[in-house]
């Protein structure tokens, strides 16, 4: 009796969700931190996406926060300026191309993109500031934490595109693409970068 529930018991963890803990290191093995993960189901997503974190990037204290931010495709980014000095905002990505003229202190702009990609922003006044989104198609990605890792769930099982993005990976685009099955129960993956 015991082996006739065993097939439908199986069967219903297969279709439960998953998760995948993605762990992200450069070539030495030392953990890297800020970098982009996705999985993307094989044949696209088409449901709603929706992520725990605001699309917003502030100006604070001369610097992007945050500095990397995911957004999902066809989102509107709002960039408060936090500072008392006036930023400008610029991109010349090939996923959005804008400028906003410098725009001081409680003062914000909003742009939107629709185009999947990343967008390195920039400040014409302060040099050093670098701030960079990746635009997805996805619900399932996130950034690596200070140990390089991230947890991606609710996932079915099934094909992936497993994508890995840094602004110093030295590949394509800053991306390493990976093909992935994910199946039944919890994985964990290691990639490793080369960086700049
Ligand atoms: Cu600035």
Redesign the pocket.
């Given at each position: 009796m015991a082996f006739a529930f065993a097939v439908p018991l199986a069967a219903a963890w297969a279709a439960a969700p998953t998760a995948v803990q993605v762990q992200v290191v450069d070539e030495r093995g030392l953990p890297v931190r800020d970098a982009v993960v996705e999985l993307t189901p094989t044949g696209g997503w088409r449901g709603a996406i929706r992520f725990a974190w605001k699309p917003a990037m502030a100006?604070k204290g001369?610097a992007f926060v945050p500095g990397t931010l995911i957004v999902a495709r066809g989102s509107s980014v709002a960039f408060p300026n936090l500072d008392t000095?006036r930023?400008?905002v610029y991109s010349f990505s090939k996923a959005a191309r804008f400028e906003f003229d410098l725009y001081g202190r409680d003062q914000t702009r909003t742009q939107n993109f629709p185009i999947v990609g990343t967008v390195a922003l920039g400040?014409n006044?302060?040099d050093q500031?670098r701030g960079y989104i990746r635009v997805v198609d996805t619900p399932f990605a996130g950034k690596t934490d200070q140990n390089g890792l991230v947890s991606l769930s609710g996932l079915t099982a099934g094909g992936y595109q497993l994508t890995v993005w840094h602004p110093r990976a030295r590949t394509p685009g800053g991306e390493l693409k990976r093909v992935l099955a994910v199946g039944a129960g919890a994985s964990r993956q290691k990639i490793a970068l080369k960086l700049r």
């Open positions: 100006q001369v000095v930023h400008s400040c006044i302060h500031m």
